[in-house]
Nanobody, 126 residues
Framework: QVQLVESGGGLVQPGGSLRLSCAAS????????IGWFRQAPGKERGGVSC????????RYVDSVKGRFIMSRDNDKKTVYLQMINLKPEDKAVYYC???????????????????WGQGAQVTVSS
């Protein structure tokens, strides 16, 4: 059974750092693209970053470039989102969805993703 479990969320001050983890089970990471999406209260869920199933190619939304780094550990079946210099506008519930594809490409839109985790709350506040 496909399962994605996010962890690592919490409260951090502006300028601080957090690392989110997403543990995947039920498939091998080499056959799926995984993304990080976030949803703030009253706003639509939007893509933050994604990583392809081949070569670990990553994409980022402009607002997080230079601050967020997504990586993947195939042996641990886990993907990570290292976040630095966090801003109040980064506050949201973060999700790591996945979809089956064998490609270095990945999507920052929700449409191809058909597996979703429960989300992890990230709060950035002083």
């Amino acid at each position: 059974q496909v399962q994605l479990v996010e962890s690592g969320g919490g409260l951090v001050q502006p300028g601080g750092s957090l690392r989110l983890s997403c543990a995947a089970s039920g498939f091998t990471l080499g056959t799926i693209a995984i993304g990080w999406f976030r949803q703030a209260p009253g706003k639509e869920r939007g893509g933050v970053s994604c990583i392809g199933s081949i070569d670990g190619s990553t994409r980022y939304v402009d607002s997080v470039k230079g601050r967020f780094i997504m990586s993947r550990d195939n042996d641990k079946k886990t993907v990570y989102l290292q976040m630095i210099n966090l801003k109040p506008e980064d506050k949201a519930v973060y999700y790591c969805p996945a979809y089956h594809i064998v490609s270095p490409m990945c999507s920052l839109t929700t449409s191809p993703y058909n597996y979703w985790g429960q989300g992890a709350q990230v709060t950035v506040s002083s």
